[in-house]
Nanobody, 123 residues
Framework: VQLQASGGGLVQPGGSLGLSCAASGYTLDYYAIGWFRQAPGKEREGVSCISSNDGSTYYADSVKGRFTISRDNVKNTVYLQMNSLKPEDTAVYYC?????????????????WGQGTQVTVSS
């Protein structure tokens, strides 16, 4: 069972990045998926998550209107499109899966975690 997050990098303020989270060893169909981030010296926070079945989503207030989460169960991959990036979005971004359908912003509810991908927003 493995989650591989990718797509991070260095981008200027106002720019965009697209993150991917690919699963291997199991199917994502029956799992809610979450994206979390952790900046240096800060706690891990829930950024966005998506349900396993009805497409319902959650976004942290800090990213609403700028980030979009989506999933492709055929490709066994979840995406996080990040637009209008700000320096405060700088962090390591992690994807994770939880059993059950409903999305949750609480990291303790998630079972499997990817290794993280660095996003740096700086001019």
């Amino acid at each position: 069972v493995q989650l591989q997050a990718s797509g991070g990098g260095l981008v200027q303020p106002g720019g965009s990045l697209g993150l991917s989270c690919a699963a291997s060893g199991y199917t994502l169909d029956y799992y809610a998926i979450g994206w979390f981030r952790q900046a240096p010296g800060k706690e891990r926070e829930g950024v966005s998550c998506i349900s396993s079945n009805d497409g319902s989503t959650y976004y942290a207030d800090s990213v609403k209107g700028r980030f979009t989460i989506s999933r492709d169960n055929v490709k066994n991959t979840v995406y996080l499109q990040m637009n209008s990036l700000k320096p405060e979005d700088t962090a390591v971004y992690y994807c994770a899966t939880k059993s059950g359908a409903y999305p949750s912003p609480y990291s303790y509810e998630y079972d499997y975690w990817g290794q993280g991908t660095q996003v740096t927003v700086s001019s």
